[in-house]
């Protein structure tokens, strides 16, 4: 009985670790400006900002308005480049602290996410493959903010 029991314990173990790691599919910038108008918000191509620098990583930069708060959609060349620049994002994030903070993390090799409350500013960085989603608000707006990353599956 009790190797049944054990068995059927560690079944379930394999179960639920192999769905956390589930791969995450990454949406394209169609895709992003299609599902943000489709809920009622202006997407506005970003992408010269960063001018025609030929050693430029990032490939289109679209910016969501929300009302209030903005949502950045980063596309890059790479997922390599994605990463390093998710770390960049993550630190400016944490860099924000004042006061009490929670935080919360993940990492997979397909998908990342930093979310950081603080201070009352809510921050959030996501990253699929190549691309990113990054938010920063009041933590009043952290219903929204969830809408969005369930929205855009991020």
Do not use: W
Request: hydrophobic letters at 45%; one cysteine or more.
């Amino acid at each position: 009985m009790k190797r049944i029991i054990c068995t059927m314990l560690i079944l379930a173990m394999v179960i639920s670790f192999s769905a956390c790691g589930q791969s995450r599919e990454a949406i394209s910038a169609a895709e992003f400006t299609s599902r943000m108008t489709d809920a009622g918000h202006t997407v506005e191509d970003a992408t010269h900002i960063f001018g025609d620098d030929p050693d430029s990583l990032l490939i289109t930069y679209l910016v969501a308005d929300c009302g209030e708060f903005i949502v950045e959609f980063l596309v890059y060349e790479t997922v390599e480049h994605a990463r390093l620049v998710f770390g960049i994002i993550r630190r400016d994030i944490e860099d924000m602290r004042a006061g009490a903070v929670s935080h919360s993390d993940v990492n997979t090799a397909n998908f990342s996410r930093y979310r950081q409350t603080s201070g009352g500013q809510l921050g959030v960085v996501s990253r699929i493959g190549s691309t990113i989603v990054v938010m920063v608000t009041s933590s009043d707006n952290r219903d929204e903010v969830d809408a969005v990353l369930d929205l855009l599956g991020y």
